[in-house]
């Protein structure tokens, strides 16, 4: 079995312990992700990257809502512009 490290990039000697993802099915040096067998289980082992991939992706019931009352406040530019009845094509500001 050998193959790259997709942590390193270097390659996987037979004698060199490691780690496939579940979930890609990419090989790590088990020293570069800091496995060993207390960290967790080879049958349910995900990568760094698929595990962010899921957060990304996952589950936002805990996200914040923005409220439906109307915002405090908001201050807008109420300059209007009227056509001039000059013979140029600038519009005249209204104050």
Same mark, same amino acid.
């Given at each position: 079995?050998?193959?790259?490290?997709?942590?390193?990039?270097? +390659?996987?000697?037979?004698?060199?312990?490691?780690?496939?993802?579940?979930?890609?099915?990419h090989n790590y040096h088990s020293e570069c992700i800091n496995f060993n067998n207390d960290t967790a289980?080879?049958?349910?082992?995900?990568?760094?990257?698929?595990?962010?991939?899921?957060?990304?992706?996952?589950? #936002?019931? #805990?996200?914040?809502?923005?409220?439906?009352?109307? @915002?405090?406040?908001?201050?807008?530019?109420?300059?209007?512009?009227? @056509?001039? +009845?000059?013979?140029?094509?600038?519009?005249? @500001?209204? #104050?």
């Amino acid at each position: 079995m050998g193959g790259r490290c997709e942590a390193c990039r270097a +390659n996987i000697s037979v004698t060199q312990k490691r780690i496939k993802c579940t979930q890609c099915s990419h090989n790590y040096h088990s020293e570069c992700i800091n496995f060993n067998n207390d960290t967790a289980s080879r049958s349910e082992w995900k990568c760094p990257a698929c595990i962010a991939s899921c957060r990304r992706g996952g589950d #936002n019931s #805990n996200t914040p809502i923005r409220s439906n009352k109307s @915002p405090s406040k908001i201050v807008h530019d109420k300059t209007m512009i009227r @056509p001039s +009845n000059k013979s140029s094509d600038q519009p005249t @500001p209204i #104050n």
